[in-house]
Protein backbone atom coordinates (compact mmCIF):
# COMPACT_ATOMS: atom_id res chain seq x y z
CA UNK A 1 0.00 0.00 0.00
CA UNK A 2 1.26 3.24 -1.18
CA UNK A 3 2.59 5.39 1.74
CA UNK A 4 0.96 8.15 3.39
CA UNK A 5 1.81 11.26 4.98
CA UNK A 6 0.11 12.58 8.11
CA UNK A 7 0.15 16.11 9.12
CA UNK A 8 -0.91 15.87 12.82
CA UNK A 9 -1.68 18.07 15.40
CA UNK A 10 -0.62 17.72 18.63
CA UNK A 11 -1.34 19.70 22.24
CA UNK A 12 -0.13 23.03 22.67
CA UNK A 13 0.22 22.36 26.58
CA UNK A 14 -2.40 20.15 28.22
CA UNK A 15 -1.04 16.54 26.80
CA UNK A 16 -5.13 15.32 26.91
CA UNK A 17 -5.63 17.77 24.25
CA UNK A 18 -4.84 14.99 21.47
CA UNK A 19 -7.93 13.32 19.70
CA UNK A 20 -8.42 9.48 19.70
CA UNK A 21 -7.48 9.47 15.86
CA UNK A 22 -4.19 11.67 16.45
CA UNK A 23 -3.13 8.53 18.99
CA UNK A 24 -4.41 5.79 16.88
CA UNK A 25 -2.38 7.20 13.80
CA UNK A 26 1.00 7.63 15.87
CA UNK A 27 0.94 4.29 17.26
CA UNK A 28 -0.52 2.23 14.52
CA UNK A 29 -0.21 4.09 11.13
CA UNK A 30 2.92 4.88 10.25
CA UNK A 31 6.68 3.86 10.56
CA UNK A 32 8.28 6.93 11.53
CA UNK A 33 7.32 10.73 12.94
CA UNK A 34 9.25 13.64 11.33
CA UNK A 35 9.38 16.28 14.12
CA UNK A 36 10.68 19.65 15.09
CA UNK A 37 12.76 18.61 18.11
CA UNK A 38 12.81 14.86 19.13
CA UNK A 39 13.02 15.42 22.93
CA UNK A 40 9.59 17.61 22.93
CA UNK A 41 8.14 14.63 20.55
CA UNK A 42 9.12 11.62 22.84
CA UNK A 43 7.55 13.39 26.18
CA UNK A 44 4.12 13.34 24.77
CA UNK A 45 5.05 9.51 23.24
CA UNK A 46 5.86 8.81 26.28
CA UNK A 47 3.11 9.88 28.04
CA UNK A 48 1.25 7.50 26.07
CA UNK A 49 3.24 4.75 26.09
CA UNK A 50 3.81 4.70 21.70
CA UNK A 51 7.52 3.71 20.34
CA UNK A 52 8.22 5.10 17.67
CA UNK A 53 11.56 5.77 16.02
CA UNK A 54 12.12 10.00 15.12
CA UNK A 55 13.56 12.03 12.98
CA UNK A 56 14.22 15.47 13.43
CA UNK A 57 13.12 18.09 11.47
CA UNK A 58 13.37 21.83 11.58
CA UNK A 59 15.21 24.79 9.51
CA UNK A 60 18.46 24.06 9.36
CA UNK A 61 17.92 20.13 7.88
CA UNK A 62 14.32 20.99 5.76
CA UNK A 63 16.15 20.09 2.64
CA UNK A 64 17.64 16.75 3.28
CA UNK A 65 15.23 15.54 5.44
CA UNK A 66 12.77 16.25 3.32
CA UNK A 67 14.85 13.72 0.44
CA UNK A 68 14.42 11.27 3.57
CA UNK A 69 10.77 11.77 4.02
CA UNK A 70 9.94 11.11 0.26
CA UNK A 71 12.01 7.97 0.43
CA UNK A 72 10.83 6.45 3.01
CA UNK A 73 7.31 7.13 1.65
CA UNK A 74 8.51 5.61 -1.78
CA UNK A 75 9.30 2.24 0.29
CA UNK A 76 5.49 2.22 1.36
CA UNK A 77 5.96 3.67 4.52
CA UNK A 78 3.77 6.61 6.18
CA UNK A 79 5.09 9.07 7.82
CA UNK A 80 3.66 11.17 10.82
CA UNK A 81 4.74 14.91 10.45
CA UNK A 82 4.09 16.99 13.90
CA UNK A 83 5.35 20.12 15.37
CA UNK A 84 6.50 21.20 18.88
CA UNK A 85 2.96 22.30 19.63
CA UNK A 86 0.04 22.49 17.39
CA UNK A 87 -0.93 21.82 14.11
CA UNK A 88 2.00 21.60 11.86
CA UNK A 89 2.93 24.59 9.33
CA UNK A 90 1.22 27.36 11.01
CA UNK A 91 4.04 29.19 11.85
CA UNK A 92 6.21 26.10 12.13
CA UNK A 93 8.32 23.86 9.84
CA UNK A 94 6.83 21.53 7.28
CA UNK A 95 5.82 23.45 4.03
CA UNK A 96 8.33 21.89 1.90
CA UNK A 97 8.13 18.39 2.93
CA UNK A 98 4.28 18.75 2.19
CA UNK A 99 4.78 20.21 -1.05
CA UNK A 100 7.20 17.96 -2.03
CA UNK A 101 5.20 15.03 -1.31
CA UNK A 102 2.12 16.16 -3.32
CA UNK A 103 5.24 16.59 -6.22
CA UNK A 104 5.77 13.09 -5.82
CA UNK A 105 2.12 11.80 -5.82
CA UNK A 106 1.60 11.03 -2.25
CA UNK A 107 -1.39 11.25 0.00
CA UNK A 108 -1.24 14.05 2.34
CA UNK A 109 -3.69 13.18 5.24
CA UNK A 110 -5.05 16.24 7.91
CA UNK A 111 -5.52 15.12 11.30
CA UNK A 112 -6.97 17.99 13.04
CA UNK A 113 -6.79 19.20 16.64
CA UNK A 114 -5.14 22.04 18.66
CA UNK A 115 -3.92 25.30 17.22
CA UNK A 116 -3.23 28.32 19.19
CA UNK A 117 -4.85 30.58 16.62
CA UNK A 118 -7.94 29.01 17.06
CA UNK A 119 -8.10 28.79 21.09
CA UNK A 120 -7.21 31.78 21.29
CA UNK A 121 -9.63 33.50 18.69
CA UNK A 122 -12.39 31.71 20.08
CA UNK A 123 -12.02 32.59 23.94
CA UNK A 124 -11.05 36.14 22.78
CA UNK A 125 -14.70 37.88 22.59
CA UNK A 126 -13.88 39.41 19.72
CA UNK A 127 -15.30 39.37 16.20
CA UNK A 128 -14.76 35.76 14.31
CA UNK A 129 -16.59 35.96 11.30
CA UNK A 130 -13.61 37.37 9.34
CA UNK A 131 -9.86 36.90 10.22
CA UNK A 132 -6.69 37.07 8.87
CA UNK A 133 -3.48 35.50 10.63
CA UNK A 134 0.08 37.18 10.23
CA UNK A 135 2.43 34.55 12.06
CA UNK A 136 4.72 36.27 13.81
CA UNK A 137 5.44 39.86 13.97
CA UNK A 138 8.92 40.99 12.58
CA UNK A 139 11.75 40.95 15.16
CA UNK A 140 13.08 44.60 13.62
CA UNK A 141 11.21 47.50 14.89
CA UNK A 142 11.30 49.20 11.68
CA UNK A 143 9.32 46.22 9.64
CA UNK A 144 7.21 45.35 12.72
CA UNK A 145 5.99 49.06 13.09
CA UNK A 146 5.27 48.54 9.14
CA UNK A 147 3.64 45.15 9.33
CA UNK A 148 1.31 46.73 12.63
CA UNK A 149 0.62 49.65 10.30
CA UNK A 150 -0.68 46.93 7.60
CA UNK A 151 -3.60 46.29 10.01
CA UNK A 152 -5.30 49.44 10.32
CA UNK A 153 -7.98 49.12 7.91
CA UNK A 154 -7.99 45.29 8.12
CA UNK A 155 -11.58 44.39 7.61
CA UNK A 156 -11.63 41.59 10.54
CA UNK A 157 -10.39 40.43 13.83
CA UNK A 158 -5.97 40.37 12.88
CA UNK A 159 -4.20 37.23 15.17
CA UNK A 160 -0.45 37.19 15.47
CA UNK A 161 2.30 35.85 17.99
CA UNK A 162 4.97 37.64 19.83
CA UNK A 163 7.68 36.35 21.77
CA UNK A 164 7.05 37.37 25.15
CA UNK A 165 10.79 38.98 24.55
CA UNK A 166 9.43 41.86 22.51
CA UNK A 167 5.50 42.06 23.79
CA UNK A 168 6.41 45.52 25.64
CA UNK A 169 7.68 46.55 22.44
CA UNK A 170 5.25 45.34 20.40
CA UNK A 171 2.32 46.61 22.76
CA UNK A 172 3.98 50.35 22.69
CA UNK A 173 3.74 50.56 18.54
CA UNK A 174 0.25 48.98 18.94
CA UNK A 175 -0.56 51.48 21.15
CA UNK A 176 1.07 54.20 19.07
CA UNK A 177 -0.26 53.66 15.76
CA UNK A 178 -3.64 51.48 16.31
CA UNK A 179 -4.64 53.50 19.41
CA UNK A 180 -7.37 52.00 20.71
CA UNK A 181 -8.32 49.18 18.98
CA UNK A 182 -9.37 46.49 21.06
CA UNK A 183 -6.91 43.96 21.91
CA UNK A 184 -6.62 40.28 23.50
CA UNK A 185 -3.18 39.15 25.21
CA UNK A 186 -3.90 35.32 25.57
CA UNK A 187 -0.56 33.58 27.25
CA UNK A 188 -0.13 30.10 28.30
CA UNK A 189 -3.07 28.71 26.05
CA UNK A 190 -3.71 24.96 27.84
CA UNK A 191 -1.27 25.44 30.68
CA UNK A 192 -1.42 26.15 33.81
CA UNK A 193 -0.66 29.87 33.80
CA UNK A 194 -3.29 30.29 31.09
CA UNK A 195 -3.97 33.95 31.10
CA UNK A 196 -6.25 36.21 28.75
CA UNK A 197 -6.13 40.36 28.88
CA UNK A 198 -8.08 42.21 27.44
CA UNK A 199 -8.23 46.18 26.79
CA UNK A 200 -6.25 48.26 24.36
CA UNK A 201 -2.77 47.84 23.55
CA UNK A 202 -1.26 50.80 25.86
CA UNK A 203 -3.74 49.36 28.66
CA UNK A 204 -2.46 45.61 28.44
CA UNK A 205 1.25 47.20 28.39
CA UNK A 206 0.50 48.86 31.46
CA UNK A 207 -0.56 45.88 33.20
CA UNK A 208 2.49 44.18 32.15
CA UNK A 209 5.72 46.40 32.13
CA UNK A 210 4.24 46.10 36.25
CA UNK A 211 5.74 42.82 35.97
CA UNK A 212 9.57 41.77 37.08
CA UNK A 213 9.11 39.25 33.96
CA UNK A 214 6.79 38.19 30.89
CA UNK A 215 7.04 35.09 30.39
CA UNK A 216 5.49 32.03 28.16
CA UNK A 217 4.21 32.25 24.54
CA UNK A 218 1.74 34.93 23.49
CA UNK A 219 -0.95 35.05 21.02
CA UNK A 220 -2.29 38.69 20.21
CA UNK A 221 -5.52 38.85 18.75
CA UNK A 222 -6.54 42.80 17.39
CA UNK A 223 -9.96 43.69 16.79
CA UNK A 224 -11.07 45.44 14.08
CA UNK A 225 -11.96 49.15 14.20
CA UNK A 226 -15.16 50.69 14.60
CA UNK A 227 -14.93 52.72 11.76
CA UNK A 228 -12.48 52.29 8.80
CA UNK A 229 -10.72 55.30 7.25
CA UNK A 230 -13.13 54.87 4.43
CA UNK A 231 -16.15 55.55 6.73
CA UNK A 232 -14.35 59.00 7.71
CA UNK A 233 -16.24 61.02 4.75
CA UNK A 234 -14.98 64.64 6.23
CA UNK A 235 -12.25 64.78 9.03
CA UNK A 236 -10.98 68.29 8.76
CA UNK A 237 -14.46 69.67 9.48
CA UNK A 238 -13.87 67.68 12.58
CA UNK A 239 -10.78 69.26 13.14
CA UNK A 240 -11.29 72.70 12.17
CA UNK A 241 -14.52 72.79 14.85
CA UNK A 242 -12.76 71.46 17.74
CA UNK A 243 -10.53 74.28 16.82
CA UNK A 244 -13.05 76.89 17.01
CA UNK A 245 -15.30 75.46 19.14
CA UNK A 246 -12.81 74.68 21.68
CA UNK A 247 -9.57 76.30 21.20
CA UNK A 248 -7.37 73.39 20.15
CA UNK A 249 -4.61 73.48 18.38
CA UNK A 250 -4.20 71.56 15.25
CA UNK A 251 -2.03 68.09 16.61
CA UNK A 252 -4.53 68.36 19.47
CA UNK A 253 -7.91 68.62 17.73
CA UNK A 254 -6.46 65.85 15.27
CA UNK A 255 -5.54 63.37 18.36
CA UNK A 256 -9.24 64.29 19.76
CA UNK A 257 -10.91 63.17 16.37
CA UNK A 258 -9.41 60.18 16.88
CA UNK A 259 -9.82 59.07 20.02
CA UNK A 260 -13.75 59.77 18.69
CA UNK A 261 -13.57 57.54 15.40
CA UNK A 262 -11.29 54.70 17.38
CA UNK A 263 -8.03 55.64 14.52
CA UNK A 264 -4.70 56.18 14.62
CA UNK A 265 -3.64 60.11 14.66
CA UNK A 266 -1.68 59.37 11.61
CA UNK A 267 -4.64 57.82 9.47
CA UNK A 268 -7.21 61.14 10.63
CA UNK A 269 -4.02 63.49 9.54
CA UNK A 270 -3.23 62.02 6.07
CA UNK A 271 -6.87 61.90 5.29
CA UNK A 272 -6.89 65.72 6.12
CA UNK A 273 -4.46 66.50 4.56
CA UNK A 274 -5.86 65.15 1.38
CA UNK A 275 -8.66 67.32 2.18
CA UNK A 276 -6.61 70.73 3.10
CA UNK A 277 -3.67 71.42 0.75
CA UNK A 278 -2.35 73.72 2.95
CA UNK A 279 -2.19 71.55 5.86
CA UNK A 280 1.65 70.24 5.94
CA UNK A 281 1.82 66.55 6.01
CA UNK A 282 3.51 64.70 8.53
CA UNK A 283 5.42 61.43 8.38
CA UNK A 284 4.95 60.60 12.12
CA UNK A 285 2.57 62.26 14.69
Do not use: W
Not at 66 to 91: C, K, Q
Amino acid sequence: MPGTLYVVATPIGNLEDITVRALRILRDEVVVIACEDTRQTQKLLKHYEIRKPLISYHEHNEASRTAEIVESLERDNSVALVSDAGTPLISDPGYRVVKAAIEHGFDIVPVPGPSAVLAALAASGLPTDEFGFIGFLPSKAGARRKAIAEIVNAPGTVVAYESPHRILDTLADMAEILGTRPIVLAREITKIHEEFLRGSAGEIREQLAKRASVKGEITLIIGRPEKTASAVSDPLSEILKLEAERGLNRMEAVKAVAKQLGLPKREIYRLAAEQDNNLPRRSRD
